[in-house]
């Protein structure tokens, strides 16, 4: 299927009037590739559209994309008014315009934002790496890469000092979850650890980034204990919905050891389980 092909006409004329119209099938295959949902691929493709539509009066450079891309999600989107259809929902919108940074950054089109950004350059190494060394997905590279970022926008050079590094964390801990905990310390390591294959000695701060403590609970008892029995056996007031059935289900685990399966399996027409119930039950009542 062609990239235009698989939108509305007038978004699908929008992007072949525009300076991205070369790119829009490389960039229609990137998201096939990446196993998008036909509908995401769709939106994404609406979203470009509509930025390609308001900025064909701009006639800006490729090489400007990501300033003229915040500048459409910060001004003109909220208070957008292009006529149908256009898509209008901002976190899709930014997804798209995301992706569209990367392919043309992959066709040799880079932003002059990061040209000479010294971070920007390492993360994209550190992104190369996780890609092509580790395999990892996407969203996980995007989330490593958030982290990563952060830290380094506060350190003096690509390799963060012990005293830095420990700054940054016991920042960081003060404002997130113990799980999003977790995956910053995931992405510290991962990212020291490609800085150590460089030949940089990490040794001395792989151990000040520790996992927060993940207890678990605290397992169920093997068995019950006579009193537990007893307890668990009183529990079936007169009141109580199908209190007859869910008596006998219980007679049938303390008195004859049948397993769960078991119980569930049987019906009213067994007789001899009919008849241990019932010897069961006068036991229970004398």
Same mark, same amino acid.
């Given at each position: 299927?062609?990239a235009?092909?698989?939108?509305?006409?007038?978004?699908?004329?929008?992007?072949?009037?525009?300076?991205?119209?070369?790119y829009?099938?490389?960039?229609?295959?990137?998201?096939?590739?990446?196993?998008?949902?036909?509908?995401? &691929?769709?939106?994404?493709?609406?979203?470009?559209?509509?930025f390609?539509?308001?900025s064909?009066?701009?006639?800006?450079? =490729?090489?400007? =994309?990501?300033?003229?891309?915040?500048?459409?999600l910060?001004?003109?989107?909220?208070?957008?008014?292009?006529?149908?259809?256009?898509?209008?929902?901002?976190?899709?919108?930014?997804?798209?315009?995301?992706?569209?940074?990367? &392919?043309?950054?992959?066709?040799?089109?880079?932003?002059?934002?990061?040209?000479?950004?010294?971070?920007?350059?390492?993360?994209?190494?550190?992104?190369?790496?996780?890609?092509?060394?580790?395999?990892?997905?996407?969203?996980?590279?995007?989330?490593?890469?958030?982290?990563?970022?952060?830290m380094?926008n506060q350190?003096?050079?690509?390799?963060?000092?012990?005293?830095?590094?420990?700054?940054f964390?016991?920042?960081?801990?003060?404002?997130?979850c113990?799980?999003?905990?977790?995956?910053?310390?995931?992405?510290?390591?991962?990212?020291?650890?490609?800085r150590?294959?460089?030949?940089?000695?990490?040794?001395h701060? +792989?151990?000040?980034?520790?996992?927060?403590?993940?207890?678990?609970?605290?397992?169920?008892?093997?068995?019950?204990?006579?009193?537990d029995v007893?307890?668990?056996?009183?529990?079936?007031?007169?009141?109580?919905?199908?209190?007859?059935?869910?008596?006998?289900?219980?007679?049938?685990?303390?008195?004859?050891? +049948?397993?769960?399966?078991?119980?569930?399996?049987?019906?009213?027409?067994?007789?001899?389980?009919?008849m241990? =119930?019932?010897?069961?039950?006068?036991?229970?009542?004398?």
């Amino acid at each position: 299927m062609d990239a235009f092909d698989s939108i509305h006409p007038v978004p699908a004329a929008w992007l072949r009037a525009s300076a991205l119209a070369p790119y829009v099938p490389v960039y229609w295959c990137h998201l096939v590739e990446r196993c998008y949902a036909p509908g995401t &691929v769709r939106m994404y493709l609406c979203g470009v559209a509509h930025f390609a539509r308001w900025s064909r009066r701009r006639r800006f450079d =490729l090489g400007h =994309l990501r300033r003229e891309a915040d500048r459409f999600l910060d001004e003109h989107l909220p208070q957008c008014a292009c006529r149908y259809p256009v898509q209008r929902c901002r976190h899709q919108i930014r997804a798209a315009l995301r992706q569209l940074q990367a &392919v043309l950054a992959d066709a040799g089109i880079e932003s002059d934002d990061h040209r000479f950004d010294p971070i920007e350059v390492e993360l994209r190494r550190f992104d190369e790496h996780m890609l092509q060394a580790k395999g990892l997905a996407e969203n996980t590279r995007i989330r490593r890469l958030s982290v990563v970022r952060s830290m380094l926008n506060q350190t003096a050079s690509a390799m963060p000092t012990a005293g830095e590094l420990r700054h940054f964390i016991a920042q960081e801990l003060t404002r997130i979850c113990p799980a999003s905990a977790g995956s910053m310390a995931t992405a510290l390591r991962s990212y020291l650890r490609l800085r150590a294959f460089e030949g940089d000695r990490v040794e001395h701060l +792989l151990p000040l980034i520790a996992s927060p403590a993940c207890w678990r609970f605290a397992p169920l008892p093997q068995t019950l204990s006579r009193a537990d029995v007893e307890r668990l056996l009183d529990a079936f007031p007169p009141g109580l919905p199908s209190r007859l059935r869910s008596y006998a289900i219980v007679r049938c685990l303390v008195d004859l050891g +049948l397993r769960t399966r078991s119980c569930k399996s049987q019906r009213p027409c067994n007789s001899e389980l009919n008849m241990m =119930l019932s010897a069961s039950s006068i036991r229970q009542i004398s």
